[in-house]
């Protein structure tokens, strides 16, 4: 089976491809429109942007260059903190769909858990309901926030895309998101190269029985955790070896030791640091 055509069923019946390609810090428009036609060439089939990363336009023209019919490909963006508010966050919809030009969005996701984000829910709830976009859902949603908002809200995420990968497992955040039926997404798959996980001798020695990099190895143990994943990858060689984990199975012991890996924290973001916070809030996307 091709990579692209490996899905998770949403909650509300959606498919979605279980590995993407992720245009985050890809600034320059010409660049990231040309990444992002190559990984669609490539094979995958979900490209994931935000409003934050002020790349939506270029992933747009991709998607109308690449060849690819519309239908094919599962698009994924998200409201950025300051526009967490009811009116606004209707609004910054319409601004991101039509930077994408495209007549609907398959996954619109809240971006940080900070602002008013249960208004702006309200407001995702009636995009959805009026079909404007398939699914809905929110990042960086930390378990007790998750359970909190599942518990209050009129419709449940279908997904919450997190920091997930071998020295960050997340293990109560996957039983949290079981529980309440909302897909786990990973960003930083492969932990944006930090504690060597690219010669990780684990990793490498699990890879080597295989064939595979030390990379395909972490990418294959989330999916195999249900994670769905959206590496991101400059190079075109290592764009189709990311999508090459679809052709092996770890075993039960091998899972295990990649396991053993987790630090129990991020080394990338500190959502429980209040000077963090001051800073998400802070940055502006528009005037």
Request: charge should be neutral.
């Amino acid at each position: 089976m091709k990579a692209g055509q490996v899905t998770v069923t949403l909650s509300n019946g959606v498919r979605m491809p279980m590995e993407g390609f992720g245009v985050y810090q890809i600034a320059d428009p010409a660049e990231c429109a040309q990444m992002t036609e190559a990984a669609i060439r490539c094979g995958y089939r979900l490209i994931d942007t935000a409003a934050f990363y002020g790349n939506e336009e270029s992933v747009g023209a991709a998607i109308r260059t690449a060849g690819v019919p519309r239908e094919e490909l599962f698009v994924t963006t998200k409201l950025w903190v300051q526009d967490m508010s009811y009116e606004n966050a209707g609004k910054a919809f319409e601004t991101s769909r039509e930077k994408l030009g495209l007549d609907s969005i398959d996954l619109y996701l809240i971006h940080q858990p900070f602002g008013d984000f249960f208004s702006a829910w309200r407001r995702l709830e009636e995009l959805y309901h009026e079909g404007k976009v398939r699914a809905i859902g929110v990042s960086n949603f930390f378990p007790a926030q998750l359970a909190n908002f599942c518990e209050t809200v009129a419709v449940k995420p279908m997904v919450n895309q997190v920091e997930l990968h071998p020295f960050f497992c997340q293990e109560a955040a996957l039983a949290t998101m079981q529980y309440y039926g909302v897909a786990p997404q990973a960003w930083a798959p492969l932990a944006r190269g930090k504690r060597g996980i690219f010669v990780h001798p684990v990793l490498t020695k699990i890879g080597a029985r295989y064939g595979k990099t030390a990379a395909q190895v972490a990418l294959r143990w989330n999916v195999q955790r249900g994670v769905s994943i959206i590496p991101k990858s400059a190079n075109e060689e290592r764009m189709a070896q990311n999508l090459a984990i679809w052709d092996f199975q770890l075993t039960d012991v091998e899972m295990a030791a990649i396991s053993q890996l987790d630090i129990g924290h991020s080394e990338i973001s500190f959502h429980d640091d209040p000077a963090y916070v001051r800073r998400m809030h802070a940055r502006k996307i528009h005037g």
